[in-house]
C-alpha cells in the first residue's frame, strides 16, 4: 500500500468514525426532540380540555311541610368543550357519625330522566338531585337536622368527553350546614379522574 493509499484510507476512515458520531448525536437529539413533543401535546392538552365540576350548591326553604329544594351549578372551567356531559346526583339525610351511601349512584340514578349535553368553555347548568326520600319534610327530620343528629348530603358524579376523545369523571358531596342556610363542601369524596398518560 503506498503512502498515498494509506493517508486516503486514514482520511476515510475518521470521515466514517465523524460521520458516525454526528449520526448517534443527530439520534439521541431526534429522541430528545419527540419526547419534547409528547411533553408539549400533553400540557396543550391539559391546558385546553374541557373541566367540568361543580361550583355551588344552592339549598331552598328548610321547614316542615315543604319539599327541600336543593341544585348544584355544574360548570366547565375548561379551555373546550366538554362532550356528552351527564350527571346523577341524590340527596340524602344521614344519622350524625354515618356517610352517605355512595356507591352505584348511575345505577340508583338510572330511573330519573337524563339526557347528555354540551358545555361549552365557561358556560354551566343547574341540576337538581334525586332524593331517596321524595316528599314535604316532617317535623321530626328538620328538628334532627337543626339539632345536628342527622346530616343532610347531597352528592354525585358528572361524566364526559374531552374534544380529544377521553372520557373523564368528576365526584362532589356537599353537606347542609343549617345555622348558615347553606351547603358546604365534604371533606370526602370531592375526587377528579387521573389524566391519562
Not at 36 to 55: C, F, I, M, N, Y
Not at 72 to 87: C, F, K, L, M, T
Not at 91 to 104: D, T, Y
Not at 118 to 123: A, G, I, N, S
Amino acid at each position: 500500500m503506498t503512502p498515498y493509499e494509506r493517508r486516503n484510507l486514514l482520511i476515510t476512515s475518521i470521515g466514517a468514525m465523524f460521520a458516525f458520531a454526528v449520526l448517534v448525536v443527530y439520534y439521541f437529539q431526534l429522541g430528545a426532540m419527540q419526547q419534547a413533543l409528547k411533553d408539549s401535546q400533553k400540557a396543550l392538552q391539559l391546558e385546553k380540555r374541557a373541566w367540568v365540576g361543580p361550583t355551588e350548591a344552592t339549598a331552598g326553604e328548610f321547614v316542615a311541610g315543604k319539599i327541600f329544594r336543593t341544585a348544584v351549578r355544574i360548570r366547565n372551567n375548561g379551555g373546550s368543550p366538554a362532550i356528552d356531559v351527564e350527571v346523577a346526583y341524590m340527596l340524602q339525610n344521614v344519622p350524625k357519625g354515618g356517610l352517605p351511601n355512595f356507591p352505584n349512584i348511575w345505577e340508583r340514578t338510572a330511573h330519573e330522566p337524563r339526557g347528555k349535553s354540551v358545555l361549552q368553555p365557561t358556560d354551566g347548568i343547574m341540576v337538581a338531585p334525586s332524593t331517596e326520600n321524595d316528599g314535604p319534610l316532617n317535623t321530626d327530620t328538620v328538628d334532627a337536622i337543626l339539632h345536628g343528629d342527622y346530616i343532610s348530603y347531597i352528592f354525585g358524579e358528572v361524566a364526559y368527553t374531552d374534544i380529544f376523545g377521553d372520557r373523564h369523571w368528576t365526584k362532589w358531596c356537599y353537606f347542609y350546614a343549617p345555622i348558615r342556610q347553606t351547603f358546604s363542601l365534604c371533606p370526602f369524596y370531592n375526587e377528579v379522574d387521573k389524566q391519562k398518560e
